[in-house]
């Protein structure tokens, strides 16, 4: 006789979905700002390239003023709220108001680091047309940031695809002894972050064009970005409406970006294809 009534066991954990889900470039640029009202006004100072000067035939030495430049970012509000009935929750698998909270968190970080997307964007150097990365290329794009003196007194990073990533791979200079001490082929699976060449790059798969023939990676001085957020940080909430049997969870984050130095960005486009395919 053939077996019946078979019991289906479901797991109470839930497995999570393949998404972004941290930020991982608010740390990569200026987020000290003055704030009055939803703005918060950057000052970038230099000298404006001036040069020394001797005494003039008065007996006086000529004066100058420094380069200020204000940069105002307007902060904007971005939030994210999962709603689900008392029921759902209680006739659905897993752990449906921890899945709320995390999933919220999870859409606001991606939000952060588009805004900062946005800002690198709007700068204007660029390697050249959209290429498979080479240690040609990369040392391209680590000269002209010091070519524009933005390698000189803060760190420099660089925001990269998985792609970009994979091409590294295949660089002597990058995976064997010879050059380096790091094991890049140990653990690489996990680590999305890593220093080489002077630089501390950054694995992110949410920029634009990811997978695509023409995908944006950039390298950049930390001060050529300017993020501002609200003093708090990222607001979450929890609650319940009686009313309606009904639980959410909040996440909210008050922010916005601003591209500070154009000359302190450069723009690798990329071709991912054929490591996408």
Request: charge should be negative; aromatic fraction near 10%; hydrophobic fraction near 40%.
């Amino acid at each position: 006789m053939a077996d019946s009534a078979f019991q289906t066991l479901y797991r109470t954990e839930y497995v999570k979905g393949f998404e972004k889900r941290e930020s991982l470039l608010r740390k990569t640029v200026t987020t000290e700002a003055q704030i009055t009202g939803n703005e918060a006004v950057f000052l970038v100072a230099d000298s404006g390239d001036a040069t020394a000067v001797t005494r003039g035939l008065n007996g006086d030495i000529p004066t100058r003023p420094d380069n200020l430049n204000q940069y105002t970012c307007t902060l904007q509000e971005w939030h994210d709220i999962p709603e689900r009935t008392k029921f759902n929750i209680f006739a659905s698998q897993g752990d449906g108001r921890r899945l709320m909270q995390e999933t919220s968190m999870s859409v606001v970080n991606r939000k952060v680091d588009k805004d900062i997307h946005a800002a690198l964007t709007a700068a204007t150097l660029t390697w050249g047309a959209a290429a498979v990365a080479t240690l040609s290329l990369v040392t391209k794009a680590k000269t002209m940031l010091g070519n524009n003196f933005a390698l000189e007194d803060d760190d420099v990073f660089a925001a990269i695809t998985p792609a970009f990533h994979g091409y590294l791979m295949g660089l002597n200079q990058f995976t064997s002894a010879d050059y380096i001490t790091l094991k890049p082929f140990e653990g690489v699976s996990k680590s999305r972050a890593f220093n080489w060449y002077g630089v501390n790059w950054i694995v992110d798969a949410g920029l634009d064009g990811v997978g695509t023939s023409s995908s944006t990676c950039f390298m950049y001085s930390r001060k050529a970005i300017g993020h501002a957020m609200n003093q708090e940080g990222t607001m979450t909430e929890v609650g319940y409406d009686a009313k309606n049997d009904k639980s959410w969870a909040r996440c909210t984050e008050y922010m916005g970006s601003k591209l500070l130095q154009n000359s302190g960005v450069i723009k690798m486009l990329h071709d991912d294809s054929a490591l996408s395919a």
